[in-house]
């Protein structure tokens, strides 16, 4: 063939893509060299100098079947897989076609070229631009087409009917109805026009600036918001003033992902189809402002008792910082909600500054002027929280109770906000047969002996607070709140303030049973081996102004180094006496000396295992006082405590809900698991010295005949608190009583003195509180099963403490028989033992010597059960010593003589 055919050489290439090329062409005659290049090869095929140009040509060729050259060779045929025909006498192949190595079958792309057609290694796997731009557009176009659809179908929503709430409805133990409040009982929506003008800059200014003219959404929030919530992070809400009205208004309060949307597409079309001045009256109208109080002219009845229309700057510029969260910036505290950081101190705190700052905000934004600013330079304070006039009576305390309990230990995250919509069940353990006895049971006192206009000195501000738990569940059966929660806004059943008194003994005895006094001679911090477990009968001296010691024998002194003398009530000293007699008798001194030498810390503790709380209502531990109650938890918290020695040492905390529905769907059911506190011999050695205690002792007004009844008397130094808390195998319960004004503004509240009150020459747990115990339980009992307590067994050492000193073996002499004595008596026949005679000397440790007497070798006490004079008061007045026909002498709470009479020793 002519060399003008030729295709034009290449330039030469060499190295491993000519050896390459050079293998796939045939052998034959050499083309002729072109443009002076020679390539000479002894075999006759290309060799190193091909004339391919790089690695690229070189790939290009072997796909197009070893080159562009007409192959060497003639014939019929195509040789060497060329592309052309052959010229001269045929090439090495012979007639026909052949293909070199090098020659493929053409690729077929496909629709979607995924993985990459012709593409090797990782590159047959990287998506091409065009394939990217196609998804990009195709996902793009799609989410526009769902956008529309989910555009096209939500609808507005109802702002009439978002603003009628559901009642919220608390039921009884049983079923039945006790109230029904919520949402719709404070909500009454108004036009624009009753809207103040300073009420709407006000929340424009604070919650969103560009209002006026925005889409109604922030694109960065939204983002941020899906964000953090796709990432299982903090949720967020809507962040302008119409993506909270459609939050508000659709009822919706949960943070997921679909609501988010949902929003977000009612929020656009809220936007087209509402005018804005629209949007900010429905959405002042429908946000909650805390206090039940749900749209701005509730708002403004509730915090400021006028309409919203009269409204000044200042008093808007409040109301719209309660819509940041009213529970956090209300004055009057929100601890139901949270405790710690929604106090009265901290939310008014909070308040005053978001107050201010609103206003200067209005002020940068024009809104209002700096003159009409300079007006407003005290804080507007909101009237104090008024009760619903339903709520009166007990019901207030009781719906609180339960309310405050239910935000706390759900776990659907409901909170006030939502709750004050309504729509909730809500089922109580409160029994109301319960609830109305023990109301009257305080009424009754109230009207006989509590008399504020005849002894205003001495009658005002008298307080009873009252719980009552029972020890199988730990269900809260009854409280007593206060005389009405529409006027006292106090639950005089929570924490008060006022102290326990010796009703904290039984913990100091239970924690001597349990861990045992330390050994003296040993290191403070004890194993139990090395301790002497302590049993009731162990004694203890019970003088007035006992110098109290370590458990080392060291006498104990505060941080100036004065000496702690332990008084007792009255004064009274009582000598070498048991820690039973010292429960009976509620002598303090063989108390205080017990938790000494047991350790106030593990007092601590038994009285935690028991159900106090390490809150601020414990007293400070480390000091000796620490174990005649210092503290002052609650009265529901005393009866729970006291309900674990019923249970013998199981622990159920207490509860006032059982189950909450929303819309007929269970939200919470109560689930409680008991816990073993202590030993069930420890438990039941408690309950026996207080059933002693209610028999024998200073508790004896809480009798009811028939049945076994445990408890303790308490009173506090200066007559300023009296308890009594006691318990029957079915019903624990603890009555408190004391003097304290119901004015929470007041800063200088100070529990008062009960000298006097009540016609009384003092108040002591066996008087009123005790009376009212007693009638509370007689009534909710009544058609009850007669139950008694565990027999004790056995527990513990006779230890000695105190100053008590173990009595040391008396020589006894050897005994003469008479004459006409037998000495070969028959040995069945045993003679009863004599009665002491009446100058007999009882050992203060020999409890049957004591009993069958009626006194004690010292005469500091009279037996328990008298003569004439001695025998107990029926009244809760403290019983009075008499003359009786026992052994030594009575000392009584009003000072007479008697011997063996009944006394009531300190009544405390």
Request: hydrophobic share 30%; no cysteine.
């Given at each position: 063939m002519s060399e003008h055919r030729r295709k034009t050489p290449q330039p030469q290439g060499g190295g491993r893509a000519a050896a390459r090329r050079a293998a796939q062409q045939s052998s034959g005659r050499r083309a002729a060299p072109s443009r002076g290049v020679t390539s000479e090869s002894p075999s006759g095929s290309h060799g190193g100098d091909s004339p391919y140009g790089g690695r690229a040509e070189a790939r290009r060729a072997a796909q197009r079947g070893g080159g562009s050259r007409r192959a060497e060779g003639g014939g019929a045929g195509r040789g060497g897989g060329g592309r052309r025909r052959g010229g001269g006498d045929g090439g090495h192949e012979g007639p026909g076609r052949g293909r070199g190595r090098g020659s493929q079958r053409p690729v077929k792309k496909r629709f979607i070229d995924y993985p990459r057609a012709g593409k090797y290694g990782f590159r047959r796997w990287v998506p091409s631009w065009k394939l990217v731009l196609s998804l990009c557009v195709g996902f793009f176009g799609l989410l526009m087409g769902v956008g529309g659809i989910a555009y096209a179908m939500v609808g507005l929503p109802d702002v009439q009917k978002a603003a009628t709430a559901q009642n919220n409805v608390y039921l009884w133990d049983d079923g039945s109805q006790m109230i029904a409040t919520g949402g719709a009982v404070n909500r009454q929506l108004i036009p624009y026009a009753q809207i103040p003008e300073a009420m709407r800059n006000a929340v424009i200014s604070a919650e969103n600036k560009s209002f006026e003219h925005d889409r109604g959404i922030d694109p960065m929030g939204i983002a941020r918001a899906l964000f953090n919530m796709a990432a299982g992070g903090e949720t967020q809400g809507g962040s302008t003033i119409t993506?909270?009205?459609?939050?508000?208004?659709?009822?919706?309060?949960?943070?997921?992902?679909?609501?988010?949307?949902?929003?977000?597409?009612?929020?656009?079309?809220?936007?087209?189809?509402?005018?804005?001045?629209?949007?900010?009256?429905?959405?002042?109208n429908v946000s909650y402002y805390g206090r039940g109080a749900s749209g701005i002219q509730a708002a403004a009845r509730t915090y400021y008792g006028k309409d919203a229309v009269n409204l000044n700057p200042s008093e808007c510029a409040f109301l719209a910082t309660l819509l940041k969260g009213a529970s956090y910036y209300d004055p009057a505290g929100a601890t139901d909600v949270d405790p710690v950081q929604a106090t009265e101190k901290l939310n008014t705190e909070r308040a005053i500054k978001r107050w201010k700052w609103i206003l200067d905000e209005e002020v940068k934004d024009g809104r209002l002027s700096q003159a009409e600013r300079?007006?407003?330079?005290?804080?507007?304070?909101?009237?104090?929280?008024?009760?619903?006039?339903?709520?009166?009576?007990?019901?207030?305390?009781?719906?609180?109770?339960?309310?405050q309990y239910f935000l706390s230990n759900n776990d659907q995250g409901v909170t006030a906000e939502k709750l004050a919509l309504g729509g909730y069940q809500i089922r109580t353990t409160f029994n109301k047969k319960k609830v109305n006895e023990l109301n009257d049971a305080v009424k009754k006192v109230y009207d006989s002996k509590i008399k504020p206009k005849e002894r205003p000195k001495t009658d005002t501000h008298v307080q009873f607070g009252g719980g009552s738990v029972d020890p199988k569940t730990g269900a809260i059966v009854a409280i007593y709140g206060g005389q009405d929660a529409t006027k006292h806004f106090t639950n005089n059943a929570n924490p008060t303030g006022a102290q326990v008194g010796s009703t904290f003994k039984p913990f100091v005895l239970a924690a001597a049973m349990e861990y045992g006094k330390r050994n003296p001679?040993?290191?403070e911090d004890q194993s139990p081996s090395e301790r002497t477990k302590v049993s009731p009968l162990s004694i203890y001296n019970a003088d007035d102004k006992l110098k109290i010691k370590k458990y080392n024998g060291e006498i104990w002194t505060d941080e100036?180094?004065?000496?702690?003398?332990?008084?007792?009530?009255?004064?009274?000293?009582?000598?070498?006496?048991?820690?039973?007699?010292?429960?009976?008798?509620?002598?303090?001194?063989?108390?205080?000396?017990?938790?000494?030498?047991?350790?106030?810390?593990?007092?601590?503790?038994?009285?935690?295992?028991?159900?106090?709380?390490?809150?601020?209502?414990?007293?400070?531990s480390h000091v000796p006082s620490f174990s005649i109650g210092t503290s002052s938890p609650s009265a529901i918290r005393m009866a729970g405590a006291y309900a674990t020695f019923a249970a013998s040492g199981q622990q159920r905390e207490p509860f006032s809900v059982s189950e909450a529905k929303y819309e007929g769907k269970t939200v919470y059911r109560h689930e409680g698991t008991p816990k073993r506190a202590f030993d069930a011999a420890i438990a039941d050695n408690v309950t026996d010295v207080l059933k002693n205690v209610v028999e024998k002792g200073t508790g004896t007004p809480a009798q009811i005949p028939g049945r076994d009844v445990a408890g303790k008397t308490g009173t506090t130094d200066d007559n300023k608190s009296a308890w009594f808390v006691g318990y029957t195998p079915q019903l624990s319960t603890a009555i408190s009583m004391y003097r304290l004004d119901d004015?929470?503004?007041?800063?200088?509240?100070?529990?008062?003195?009960?000298?006097?009150?009540?016609?009384?020459?003092?108040?002591?747990?066996?008087?009123?509180?005790?009376?009212?115990?007693?009638?509370?339980?007689?009534?909710?009992?009544?058609?009850?099963?007669?139950?008694?307590?565990?027999?004790?067994?056995?527990?513990?050492?006779?230890?000695?403490?105190?100053?008590?000193?173990?009595?040391?073996?008396?020589?006894?002499?050897?005994?003469?028989?008479?004459?006409?004595?037998?000495?070969?008596?028959?040995?069945?026949?045993?003679?009863?033992?004599?009665?002491p005679e009446p100058t007999e000397t009882c050992g203060t440790w020999d409890w049957d010597c004591q009993h069958n007497n009626g006194g004690t070798s010292t005469g500091a006490n009279g037996g328990d059960t008298g003569g004439p004079g001695g025998s107990p008061s029926t009244t809760p007045d403290p019983p009075t010593g008499g003359n009786g026909n026992g052994g030594g002498n009575g000392n009584g709470a009003d000072g007479g003589n008697g011997n063996g009479g009944f006394i009531a020793g300190p009544a405390g």
């Open positions: 993506q909270q009205y459609v939050k508000n208004s659709r009822l919706s309060q949960e943070q997921t992902l679909s609501r988010k949307f949902q929003e977000l597409f009612i929020t656009l079309k809220v936007t087209n189809k509402m005018k804005k001045n629209e949007i900010i009256r429905d959405y002042l300079a007006k407003y330079t005290k804080f507007p304070m909101p009237d104090l929280p008024k009760k619903n006039a339903q709520l009166g009576g007990q019901t207030g305390y009781l719906v609180e109770l339960a309310r001679a040993l290191p100036n180094g004065k000496e702690w003398l332990q008084a007792n009530d009255g004064h009274e000293s009582k000598g070498n006496i048991t820690l039973r007699e010292a429960m009976q008798w509620s002598a303090n001194s063989p108390y205080v000396q017990l938790g000494m030498d047991v350790g106030t810390d593990k007092v601590k503790e038994v009285a935690m295992e028991a159900g106090l709380k390490d809150d601020e209502q414990m007293a400070d004015d929470a503004t007041n800063k200088d509240r100070k529990f008062e003195k009960m000298y006097g009150t009540g016609g009384e020459r003092t108040i002591h747990g066996a008087s009123f509180p005790a009376q009212i115990w007693h009638d509370y339980m007689v009534g909710a009992l009544k058609g009850q099963p007669v139950l008694s307590f565990p027999e004790p067994g056995p527990i513990g050492d006779k230890v000695y403490g105190g100053g008590a000193q173990s009595p040391k073996p008396t020589p006894t002499a050897p005994v003469t028989p008479s004459p006409t004595m037998s000495v070969t008596e028959s040995p069945s026949k045993t003679l009863p033992p004599s009665p």
